[in-house]
Structures are given as structure tokens and as C-alpha cells.
């Protein structure tokens, strides 16, 4: 489309949103957010590793994959390093149905080693809100 027709926008986090009102209302990477937080979805972060790891095993059993780290490898290295590794959980009543797990790199950079959603519950986009999230606090 032409670039007099695309509007600017500064969102609460302060990054530039370019959108073209005459194709759509929101901007794309919006609409799955919205849709989280519409049905009733609540991020916590640095969630327990329990709520964390029912999402998590789903997702590497559905793929036939065992993760890097065990349950227990993951819960000693959060212990280890509790600023560096963290989890972030996205609910659904009081359900945990999506997870990302970050790895602190350093001051400036954070890596998302693990990310996980339930199956069932995939429409209500929990992973999306999570990466949404995620990328607010950075």
C-alpha cells in the first residue's frame, strides 16, 4: 500500500506500529493479544516451575521430543540463578495453558529457550500473549 496511507502509532511499551486503517483496524500482531485477553487470560511471571512444566511436557510429547533440560535440571539451574532463568505462564482459569522460559544472556539480552502451549487450547492464544508480553519488557 502507499505510505501516505499508513498511520503511525506509538503503543504503551513506546515502539513504532505501522498499520493501513483501510485493510484493517488493528494491527495484525494485536489481534491475537486482544483475543487473549478477551477471553479471560492472565500472565504471571516467574511462575512456579509445576505450572509451568504441564504446558511444557505436552508440547515436547506432541513432537516426540524430551527437552534440553529435565523438570528437575530446570528447577535446580531457576534455583541456581533465580534473575537468570525465569517463567512466564499465561492462565486460562487458574489453567496453565502456555509457558515461555527465559535465559538471561546478560544485562541486555534475553534469550527465550522454551516455548510451550497446550493443544486444547491453542484458540485462545496464550503463547502469543506471552511473546507479546515478552517483548513489552524487554
Known amino acids: 500500500f502507499l505510505k501516505s496511507q499508513q498511520v503511525e502509532l506509538f503503543s504503551k511499551?513506546?515502539?513504532?506500529?505501522?498499520y493501513n486503517p483501510k485493510l484493517n483496524s488493528l494491527p495484525p500482531e494485536k489481534k491475537p493479544?486482544?483475543?487473549a485477553i478477551n477471553?479471560?487470560?492472565i500472565i504471571q511471571q516467574s511462575a512456579p516451575?509445576?505450572?509451568?512444566?504441564?504446558p511444557m511436557s505436552e508440547t515436547?510429547?506432541?513432537?516426540?521430543?524430551?527437552?534440553?533440560?529435565?523438570?528437575?535440571?530446570?528447577e535446580i539451574l531457576i534455583n541456581k540463578f533465580p534473575k537468570e532463568i525465569t517463567l512466564d505462564v499465561a492462565y486460562l482459569k487458574n489453567e496453565p495453558i502456555a509457558g515461555v522460559c527465559y535465559f538471561a544472556i546478560n544485562k541486555r539480552l534475553k534469550c527465550t529457550f522454551y516455548f510451550c502451549q497446550k493443544t486444547k487450547t491453542q484458540k485462545y492464544q496464550g503463547l502469543s500473549y506471552?511473546?507479546?508480553?515478552?517483548?513489552?519488557?524487554?
Open 13 to 18: 511499551s513506546g515502539l513504532l506500529e505501522l
Open 33 to 35: 493479544e486482544r483475543k
Open 39 to 41: 477471553k479471560g487470560l
Open 49 to 54: 516451575i509445576d505450572d509451568f512444566w504441564d
Open 60 to 74: 515436547f510429547k506432541k513432537h516426540g521430543k524430551r527437552p534440553t533440560h529435565s523438570k528437575n535440571q530446570l
Open 130 to 138: 506471552l511473546v507479546m508480553s515478552g517483548l513489552r519488557k524487554a
